[in-house]
């Protein structure tokens, strides 16, 4: 799995210790256009490539 893929399982956040992560909740389906919205940012700013972003934005479309 990429390290660009790790911020839909933690965020690593500076406020806290280096040590503790902070969890997303499972995604509903009312959070999807959101998540993929998320990953087009991802793209944008080169921390996915678009092999990456298609494959996550057809998972997530298919949970709808």
């Known amino acids: 799995m990429s390290d660009a893929f790790k911020w ?7 406020s806290l210790n280096e040590s503790q992560t902070v969890y997303l909740e499972a995604p509903n389906n009312t959070d999807i256009p959101n998540q993929i919205r998320q990953l087009g940012e991802l793209l944008k ?14 998972e997530l479309l298919s949970r709808l």
């Open 8 to 14: 839909l399982i933690g965020v690593e956040q500076e």
């Open 45 to 58: 700013d080169g921390l996915l490539t678009q092999e990456e972003f298609n494959q996550k934005k057809k």
